[in-house]
Each structure stands twice: as C-alpha cells, then as structure tokens.
C-alpha cells in the first residue's frame, strides 16, 4: 500500500480486525520508511453502483466523495477527526446500500448525513442543515438550533426529526 504521507510503497500491518459489523477488515499500517501509520480498509466490491436522484429529477451515479465534500465542508474547522468523518460516510453508503436497491433521493442522503452530524457536532450538524435542508429564512435557523439545544444528542430521536 503507497503511504499517504511519503508515497513509498513499503508498510508492515501492525493491527488487523473486523469492522463495521464483519463487512470490512480495517488494518492498521505503519510506513517503514517514514513510520507514519494510516489505516486501510478491505471490503466487498460493490458491482452495482446506486444511482442519486436529484431535486430537480436528474440522476447521477452515487459517489461517497460527493457526500465527503459536504461533511468536509460542514466540519470546518470543528474538532472532529478525519477518521470519524471517514466512518460517518462508510457507515452511511453501508446503510444506502442496504435500504435502497437502486435509486436513491439525494435529499434522503442529505437527511442522513445531517442525522449523522447532528450526534458529531450541533455547529457541523446546523451548518450542513442550513446548506441542505429546506431553511429559508434565519427564523427556520434559529428554530432548528433552538431544538438542538432543547433535545437530548441521541441517534434514535433524530430520525424524526427529518421525518
Ligand atoms: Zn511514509
């Protein structure tokens, strides 16, 4: 594996398990020549690609890069590690893949993604809500920060919340 800081193709795996439920084998890789580690993972290739469809009817293939680009963006500067961006946009495709079998509302990505972020980071979660979700004005902001701040950080209520 070429290591992402040095780009030499020389590692040891120092640590090697299951991830993600057994669907994936996660290891853990140290570069011999600049001893920095980085993490890879081995999964099932997915033969189907799922299609997005978009607001406006058009589709185009589903790429995690593209919802990355989004948690990325909405992340800013907020404390929150590269890896746990990493595993929001894995367990989310897992999920995608999972639930739909071949077309898939890009505005139902958008309402995962901001469940995900809204148990992450309530900034990240209302940045990436603001640029998404159908807010309008600063009221509908304002509204939705009010009840991040009044409900409780739990995964299983927020579903509704999008609902
Ligand atoms: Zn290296």
Redesign the pocket.
Known sequence: MI??????D??SVIDSREADGGAAVRRRRE??????R?TTYERVERTERLTVVKRDGSRVPFNGDNVMRGVVAACGKRPIAAEQKEELVRTLEDELYRDFEKEVPSAEIGRRVAARLRALDDIAYIRFASEHQDFRTIEDIAAEVKAVQESPRDVKDQRQLFE
């Open positions: 290591c992402p800081f040095c780009k030499v020389d590692d570069c011999n020549r600049c001893t920095r980085f």
